[in-house]
């Protein structure tokens, strides 16, 4: 969708175009005229006309409304920038707001933040796919590299876009907050459209989302925002993925919310339809779909007890012991092990790094007994 960003900065927005851009505003008056019509004296007429300064964006709003002039003659021949500071941007007037622009503001909603001074963009994440890939979307919008920071750290990585012009695009259009966030919404005409709303919940999932093996096999979005999981559970329902909503308020001060998504035929959905960029996500859906059996978890939870009572100690035997990938029998040891009914007695090292050896639990022997009288 186009939209005129001229009608969307704000009023210290300066506008420097060249000279036969300027002729074409002006030529049809004198000096004397324009400032007579636009209440602005000569001295300051004379800078705008003869490009020695830049132009206020309230002037040439009023200038093409006064010349009718057809904004389509500026695109691409402006350079834009708030206040005095900062870098001039060659962006507009006219703008597309493409899914490309829509993913990188889910993104930035559920991993980033705008400061109420506007000054610039940070998107925070793990993972160094997304940083370059939210890099490289500003970088074709004109940005250099002097805009742009990269702080590597073990835990995250913080991108920070220095730009105070598309801070406001992505807080107006795109209805990214600025300042404290609090509830966040999905635009509206993001929402009447299937591709950008695909979009949108691909930029939340990479944001906020993560896949769980163990227990119920799910995804989920993770928010503070009750809104913006509201308008995600709309756009998964027109897309016929079925999820719930759910509430947690568990030794939290406030609730956080989580949209959740069971069942192989939803997961395929999801990832066939929104198609995930962020790969270790998008690799453990598959590893899912991939194993996913009709027989319930704990069915595969008694499969590893037996196959431990066996004697397969380590998590690779157990693995090639009961035909399953490694990645999916680690997850659900972590969830025997998280529930007690296994427990590491003896950790092995080698050359290529270290295991452990795993035994089941007097608990754990109640749950395999348990499973066994309900299976068999």
Known sequence: MRFNILQYLPKNTKIKMNKGLRETFFLSKSVTEWGKILNISMKNMSRYINGTRSLPIDLVNNLALLTKIDINK????????????????????????????VYVGELIKGDGHIPSNFWNITFVNNNKGLIKHVENFFISLGIKQTQITIIEREDANFLIIRSSVLAHIF???????????????????????????????????DAEGSVTFTGSRRISITSNSKKWLLDIEQI????????????????????????????????????EIIKPLHQKRKEKLKEIL?????????????????????GNVRRRDISRDIKQSLVLVGNNINWLKKKSYIEPYQKIYTNQ?????????????EYLNKSLSFFD
């Open 74 to 101: 500026l695109q691409d021949k402006i350079e834009l920038k708030i206040s005095k500071s900062g870098n001039y941007l060659k962006i507009g007037p006219l703008v597309e707001i493409d899914k490309e622009w």
């Open 171 to 205: 807080n107006k259009i795109l209805d990214v907050p600025f300042g404290k966030k609090d509830e966040i919404k999905i635009s509206d005409f993001v929402l009447s459209d299937n591709s950008l709303s695909i979009a949108a919940v691909r930029g939340a999932f």
């Open 236 to 271: 998964l329902s027109k897309l016929r993925i079925e999820s719930k909503i759910f509430e947690d308020k568990s030794k939290r001060k406030e609730p956080i919310y989580r949209v959740l998504i069971f069942h192989k035929s939803n997961l395929k959905k999801f990832l």
């Open 290 to 310: 991939n194993n996913y059996t009709k027989n319930p978890q704990r069915e595969f939870h008694k499969r590893i007890l037996l196959s431990i009572k066996k």
């Open 353 to 365: 790094g270290s295991f452990y050896k795993y035994r089941i639990t007097p608990k754990g022997k």
